[in-house]
């Protein structure tokens, strides 16, 4: 399926940073994919894949699908504790970058602690 120029201005971009991987999905505001990219679908492997340089390497992807379809600005929504979520942010600031937001999940007490022990 060949990408046509939509007609889109706005839109947000997903990254998705954990600790083996960066995945990074462009959407509408109404949350339909548009594109994506991931480190993996570039070419790295293995430990390289968390690498900042492999960050910025996706972010550029995504951002070259983004001027082929005619988006000037991005609301960047980031999750995940990984190494190339600010390497992807300042790549993608070559768009007009109108909020970023952390969504990351933090637990609030953590998981219930194992039954004690009885000898």
């Known amino acids: 399926m060949k990408?046509?120029?939509?007609?889109?201005?706005c839109c947000n971009v997903h990254i998705n940073s954990t600790?083996?991987?960066?995945?990074?999905t462009l959407s509408n505001l109404k949350g339909d994919?548009?594109?994506?990219?991931?480190?993996?679908?570039?070419?790295?492997?293995?430990?390289?894949k968390n690498t900042p340089y492999a960050a910025s390497q996706t972010a550029q992807d995504i951002v070259e699908k983004g001027n082929q379809m005619?988006?000037?600005?991005?609301?960047i929504i980031?999750?995940?504790?990984?190494?190339?979520?600010e390497a992807a942010i300042r790549t993608l600031s070559n768009?007009?970058?109108i909020i970023i937001k952390d969504i990351t999940p933090i637990p609030h007490n953590g998981c219930r602690p194992p039954k004690k022990r009885r000898i």
């Open 19 to 24: 600790f083996n991987n960066i995945i990074i």
């Open 3 to 9: 990408n046509k120029k939509q007609d889109i201005s």
């Open 33 to 48: 994919v548009l594109a994506w990219a991931s480190a993996g679908q570039k070419g790295f492997r293995g430990a390289k």
């Open 95 to 97: 768009l007009k970058v």
């Open 78 to 85: 980031v999750k995940g504790p990984g190494a190339g979520r």
């Open 70 to 75: 005619g988006i000037k600005k991005i609301n």
